[in-house]
C-alpha cells in the first residue's frame, strides 16, 4: 500500500511564494512520474508540473517561469516551488504519483488573495 501526505499550501497574498511537499510512503520499490495538478472551483483538475524519475521537468503554460518542480529520490519526496503567486493560482493542489500505477494525495488549498 503507498500513501501520500502533502504539505505546505495556505493563504498568501499576490506575489508571495510558497512551496508544497508531498511525501510518498509505504512498499515502493520505484517512483515513475511525480506531479502536481490543480482544481480550482467549478474547474476541471489540471497538470501544473511534473518530472521524471530522471529529472526531465514539464510545465503548464500558465505557470511556467513562476514555479519549480523537483524530486529527492531518496526521501521520496516531490516539491513545488511557487513564485510571484496570483488570484488565479488559487485551487487545492494533488500530487500524484506513478508506482506501478497512479496514486493521488488527498490535496492541499492554495488561496492567493489580498
Known amino acids: 500500500q503507498v500513501q501520500l501526505v502533502e504539505s505546505g499550501g495556505g493563504l498568501v497574498q499576490p506575489g508571495g511564494s510558497l512551496r508544497l511537499s508531498c511525501a510518498a510512503s509505504?512498499?515502493?520499490?520505484?517512483?515513475?512520474?511525480m506531479g502536481w495538478y490543480r482544481q480550482a472551483p467549478g474547474k476541471q483538475r489540471e497538470l501544473a508540473a511534473e518530472?521524471?524519475?530522471?529529472?526531465?521537468?514539464n510545465y503548464a503554460d500558465s505557470v511556467k517561469g513562476r514555479f519549480t518542480i523537483s524530486r529527492d529520490n531518496v526521501k521520496k519526496t516531490v516539491y513545488l516551488q511557487m513564485n510571484s503567486l496570483k488570484t488565479e493560482d488559487t485551487a487545492v493542489y494533488y500530487c500524484?504519483?506513478?508506482?506501478?500505477?497512479?496514486?493521488w494525495g488527498q490535496g492541499t488549498q492554495v488561496t492567493v488573495s489580498s
Open positions: 500524484r504519483v506513478i508506482i506501478r500505477g497512479a496514486y
Open positions: 509505504g512498499t515502493i520499490f520505484s517512483i515513475g512520474v
Open positions: 518530472i521524471t524519475s530522471g529529472g526531465n521537468t
